[in-house]
């Protein structure tokens, strides 16, 4: 049946590469979507640093390794994901023999030798890579977050990461991804990130937007005039990991979360015509965007199941969880056609 639909990759082949997240279970159980609709791959956590280098002298690629093969089998593009991030990444790595805080020559030693290692890995497969991941503050004083990499290496942990995967790599494309990148306080200091980083001739190519959105918010608007800012700096753009939740975004911790509702037509038009406005608006700087990326394949294995709330069925893709394409996803492709 999904074979008489369109090929959603096919549609915007001329525009930009339509991408998904996969783990090492979807690659397998959601293959005949990928193959047919998607032209890149971002693995979901099997590149991260507790997966892939879960140990000081322990290097587990055999996970990622499936993912890369699959994408070489299928003539995909490979978004390499990630190497410096504050979360999913093991405590050893800050720690020396006495479990005390490590002196920052040993941390900058394991950086070094994790990129080189991973970046090396991959090399001519993975043609980009987020390299530094949601470095930046969400709200409050300040710019930098307070993550045990800039707690160990100071605020030019950043520079470093981006100077060692260049060395590791010197033809994969660079990029620094983050979240909320749209709002405008965030969005300030992510520019002020990049600009300090092209100024310092730092090799550094593309910015990544996250893009978890929900039904009205970010308005489209706001994600226009960042799109604007972020290509003005003459950086590639990928959108790296984009979702519609069908719940508002609530951050406030202490602010209550919608409670679980079921999925009906009403809610498949309302989610069409964002996923619209959305292809719209990436069609509209198609010449910036090289790649547009959904964080997962289908309905029934998506992270937003349990973040922000565990538990709580959300259905933020463009194929349903019997693994058939959504309204959404006949207006994405109704877009591309004319
Ligand atoms: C992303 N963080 C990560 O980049 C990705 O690696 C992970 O699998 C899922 C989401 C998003 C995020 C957010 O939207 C809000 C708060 C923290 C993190």
Redesign the pocket.
Known sequence: MTDQAPSLKEAYASRFRVGAAVNAATVHTHAHLLARHFSSVTP??EM?WERIHPAEDTYSFSAADQIVLFARDHGMFVRG??LVWHNQTPSWVFLDSLGQPAPAKLVEARLEQHIAEVVGHYRGAALCWDVV??AVIDQGDGWLRPSPWRQALGDDYIEMAFRLAHQADPDALLFY?D??ETKPDKRDRILRLLEHLLDRGVPVHGVGL?M?VSLDDPPIEEMEEAIERYRALGLRLHVT?LDVSVYPWVHEPDRPQAPARPYDDELAERLAARYEALFALYLRHQDAIDNVTL?GVADDST?RDDFPVKGRKDWPLLFDVHHRPKEAFWRVVRLAQN
Do not use: A, D, F, G
């Open positions: 979901e956590n991260k994901h990630t991941n949601e991804n979240y909320n996250q978890h990991e964080w992270w």
